[in-house]
């Protein structure tokens, strides 16, 4: 080896391993030792000063690179002869080796002759803090020694200064323990303002969410500008910063970060939708895969308008979750679509898109519930009918709750029971004014009974069956209701006009129809109820439809007994009228009364007879029939399912059902099938529906069956669930809110429905917003808060 590369090899080794500075005479006698008294070396050749700290300025540095500078720059010894330079040579000013001592960040550089602070030098290359530009002692070595003290006295109190101190100590630390990777460790400085960031924005994102689960508006009149403690503010700010002022009252730092003069608080309205946004979209994914994994579902829709005249769309599905005895059923609200057109065509195009959007599997579609209109049955250009064409086993299922309506309002269009429901809806809008209201209240009062309600209810324009409780309060609060009626006809004013004719109302035949209404809506009612409910299934639907029509022949085989009590009752409130049931003047030329029962001797029947088989008996036929007539198209899609649950089916119909869903060879199937009777015989179980079916059948010993209850369970029964959709759009989209924005509404509207059901936390929300795309300047922002 020559003298040469030997003198470098012992330089590089000394100064690795070197625990102190050392002066360039140490140096120098270290190598004059190697150096043999034959040889002689060009100490030109050799960098006395490779530690110089200048040799690093404007160059990218390696871990190695940045502990070296640390510790062991070039330090001139004491009898170091500073050079003079020009810009000092007026006043003789040169650098002083005392400075170095004094400030232990200070270091010189021979190379360009004037000093740095080695510690910015390092870790202040990529720019300044706040504003802080870099200069003199980091990029450009400081020469003006006139101003040194100053400037070095300034330069130790500026922000990145002292940032860069806290990281070379979190470098040195790591570095010399070599307990993991410096690339992991050096932040630790960098990491705590990530934590302090996120501390700060969690409240806002908390409040965001108490806003939306709750369903409360979040902004006011006037939500804009710091937040301000010290003072009460007669504006009213708005929930959201009002509950954001409330929570950071008791929390320093937040309080603190709220009252700075800065205007990035974070708590604009556009920052309230990114949170919004992003809360909806993590609680939508994450239904989204629970939707997929499920393997089947079916698709709920309806339409209502909201308050800005806007046709809103709700989207739903239903399918399975979970497995074993912990499976259950599910409908669960996607979003809000505004449509434009009404039609078939466009409404069935709307439906995919939103699927597809959700990033639903929409080949997975076994069901579609929809109401009756034909917009959406219709078997030409009707929805069902278009998203067939492209996933036919999309079967089409109408509401049942509908069907049950429809049977309702279609059986009472006869002319007595059709009469006494307008009576009641009459004396309900008479009695819904102040004035009228307080003489029915003050006459409950003044009375000895005490009446469970205390006012009367208005008829439900589109849920028959709810009638109920209006006709029911009705006859609780019916003596009430006569005696204040009598009251206003006392009056001098128009009411007394009304009232009169009101009385006059309520007859022989009123009475008796009040009666069986009320007995016919009493038995629709549990069945209403039930249909509504997510767990129902089709066959559960069926047979409840079918013991109300069994009930419903019971009763009319049985009309005598039955409507005899009826029309006692109706005889009671006669009595409190000063009047007796009375059949009214039959004449064979009158077409509009019930004429048919006159006796062939031209006698008439007694009061019970004539209204018995003149009211009670066709309104319940007629109710029989509808009843049977609406739920028949649900028996058809049943039937091929029955095999599932009785020994009574059809092969043919077993077969059909095999090849429409299943892609299996059918005596595969049908043993399969042989042996899951088997199976219920065996343990003595009777499947009252679906999911009782699915809850002990086990996937690897009967997958075709499995997958047939699955599909079975998931078919849409009723809408009831995107209608419950429009009580919450009412609730979040008032008249002060009508230009909220659709991705606002759809965000409020997930966290509000799914509360409770899906859990989202602030820190998955914080997580999210940060890997979004920086499209507006709240998530660039994010990004460098938490410094992603």
Not at 6 to 17: L, Q
Not at 91 to 106: I, T, V
Not at 541 to 558: C, E, P, Q
Not at 711 to 724: K, M, N, W, Y
């Amino acid at each position: 080896m020559s003298n040469k590369r030997k003198i470098t090899s012992y330089f590089d080794a000394t100064c690795c391993t070197s625990k102190r500075s050392v002066s360039a005479d140490e140096q120098i006698s270290k190598i004059t030792n190697i150096v043999t008294e034959n040889q002689v070396v060009d100490l030109v050749t050799v960098d006395l000063n490779v530690h110089d700290i200048g040799s690093y300025i404007n160059s990218t540095l390696t871990d190695a690179d940045r502990y070296l500078i640390l510790k062991d720059v070039w330090i001139p010894p004491a009898t170091f002869p500073f050079p003079l330079l020009d810009c000092n040579a007026k006043r003789g000013l040169k650098f002083k080796h005392h400075w170095l001592n004094a400030y232990k960040w200070l270091a010189y550089s021979e190379k360009y002759q004037g000093a740095f602070c080695k510690y910015c030098v390092v870790f202040s290359t990529n720019g300044g803090i706040g504003g802080q530009k870099l200069g003199t002692l980091v990029l450009e070595a400081f020469t003006n020694y006139k101003k040194a003290i100053e400037v070095f006295k300034k330069h130790a109190n500026l922000e990145y200064h002292k940032t860069a101190l806290l990281k070379s100590d979190n470098f040195l630390n790591v570095y010399l323990n070599k307990s993991s990777s410096i690339i992991n460790r050096i932040d630790s400085e960098r990491m705590k303002q990530i934590e302090e960031n996120r501390k700060r924005l969690i409240p806002i994102i908390e409040c965001v969410m108490l806003c939306g689960q709750q369903e409360i508006a979040l902004r006011g009149h006037r939500d804009y500008g710091p937040i301000c403690f010290s003072s009460e503010s007669n504006e009213n700010e708005g929930n959201f910063r009002a509950i954001l002022k409330y929570k950071a009252k008791d929390i320093d730092y937040m309080k603190t970060y709220l009252e700075t003069g800065s205007k990035n608080k974070y708590i604009s309205n556009r920052t309230q939708n990114e949170i919004i946004e992003t809360c909806g979209d993590i609680i939508l994914k994450k239904i989204v895969q629970i939707v997929n994994k499920s393997g089947f579902f079916s698709v709920l829709v309806d339409e209502t308008t909201d308050v800005s005249v806007k046709e809103q769309l709700t989207l739903c599905v239903r399918y399975l979750s979970g497995s074993g005895e912990n499976v259950s059923m599910n409908e669960s609200f996607l979003k809000f679509i505004e449509v434009q057109s009404l039609t078939g065509e466009n409404l069935a195009t709307v439906i995919l898109n939103g699927l597809n959007a959700c990033g639903i599997d929409c080949n997975n579609m076994v069901g579609q519930g929809y109401d009756g209109a034909s917009n959406m049955s219709g078997h030409l250009k009707g929805v069902q009918t278009i998203i067939r064409e492209t996933y036919p086993k999309a079967l089409y299922v109408h509401c049942v709750a509908h069907s049950l309506n429809l049977a309702v309002s279609k059986a009472s269009n006869i002319l007595p029971i059709r009469n006494c429901l307008g009576v009641v809806e009459k004396i309900y809008c008479f009695f819904n004014s102040p004035k009228r209201q307080n003489v029915l209240l003050n006459t409950i009062e003044e009375s000895d009974l005490d009446p469970k309600v205390k006012s009367l209810k208005r008829l439900c324009a589109t849920r028959w069956v709810q009638r109920y409780e209006a006709v029911n309060d009705f006859i609780e609060l019916f003596k009430f209701v006569v005696v204040s009626l009598e009251t206003i006809s006392s009056w001098k004013d128009t009411s007394a006009t009304d009232a009169t004719i009101l009385i006059k109302a309520l007859d022989s035949e009123f009475l008796v129809s009040l009666q069986v209404v009320n007995i016919l809506f009493s038995y629709s009612l549990p069945l209403c109820k039930l249909l509504q409910s997510k767990g129902i299934d089709l066959k559960e639907a069926i047979d409840l439809a079918g013991d109300n029509v069994t009930i419903l022949k019971n009763l009319r085989s049985n009309i005598n007994t039955e409507f005899n009590q009826m029309f006692k009752k109706a005889q009671k409130m006669a009595e409190f009228l000063d009047f007796d049931i009375k059949i009214k003047r039959i004449n064979k030329r009158q077409i509009y009364r019930d004429n048919s029962i006159i006796r062939n001797d031209g006698s008439t029947p007694d009061s019970e007879e004539y209204f018995r088989v003149s009211i009670c008996v066709p309104y319940i036929d007629f109710f029989i029939s509808q009843l049977e007539e609406r739920f028949l198209a649900h028996r058809s899609i049943f039937k091929g399912f029955q095999c599932l649950f009785s020994n009574d089916f059809e092969l043919e119909g077993f077969e059909e059902l095999v090849n429409f869903y299943l892609s299996t060879d059918i005596e595969t199937v049908k043993a399969e099938l042989n042996l899951w009777k088997t199976k219920l015989s065996r343990i003595g179980k009777s499947p009252r529906t679906g999911l009782d079916a699915i809850k002990f059948c086990r996937r690897e010993l009967f997958p075709n069956v499995f997958d047939l209850l699955q599909i079975f369970c998931t078919l849409p029964v009723s809408t009831a669930t995107p209608e419950r959709m429009f009580s919450c759009l009412k609730r979040l989209k008032t008249y002060l809110r009508n230009s909220m924005v659709e991705s606002r509404l759809n965000g409020l509207a997930t966290m509000a429905v799914h509360r409770g059901v899906i859990n989202i936390t602030s820190n998955e929300v914080l997580d999210e917003l940060a890997k979004k795309k920086q499209k507006n300047r709240f998530t660039n922002i994010i990004k460098i808060l938490l410094m992603l």
